[in-house]
């Protein structure tokens, strides 16, 4: 199995990105797909996750309004659209897959997934 995080870079306070997150070597669509962050000292934190069919998704107070999941099962991809970033958005993001259903809080737990993505780095200047 593996999950090939990439989109990250330098953008400016204000600004957006996308990341992307191909997964390869499990069957996409049974696995509910996540996005956390650590920024450096810090623990990885959750962001965001996406039901299996897109139909269902929770966010961090952190992001909400602010950031948007999707996936697309046909890609074998899941997808995290950053808007008005801010300085403090900066860190390295993480994919992350669970077989194991969950909803809402219970989406947090970064121990209950199975895979993770290798990271890629976002940093937001002022």
């Known amino acids: 199995v593996q999950l090939q995080a990439f989109g990250g870079g330098l953008v400016q306070a204000g600004g957006s990105l996308r990341l992307s997150c191909a997964a390869s070597g499990l069957t996409f669509s049974r696995y509910i797909m996540s996005w956390f962050r650590q920024a450096p000292g810090k623990e990885r934190y959750f962001l965001a996750a996406l039901s299996r069919s897109g139909g269902m998704t929770y966010y961090a107070d952190s992001v909400k309004g602010r950031f948007t999941i999707s996936r697309d099962n046909a890609k074998n991809t899941v997808y995290l659209q950053m808007n008005s970033l801010k300085p403090e958005d900066t860190a390295v993001y993480y994919c992350?897959?669970?077989?194991?259903?969950?909803?809402?809080?219970?989406?947090?737990?970064?121990?209950?997934?199975?895979?993770w993505g290798q990271g890629t780095q976002v940093t937001v200047s002022s």
């Open positions: 992350a897959a669970r077989r194991d259903n969950c909803s809402g809080y219970g989406c947090y737990d970064r121990r209950l997934y199975d895979y």
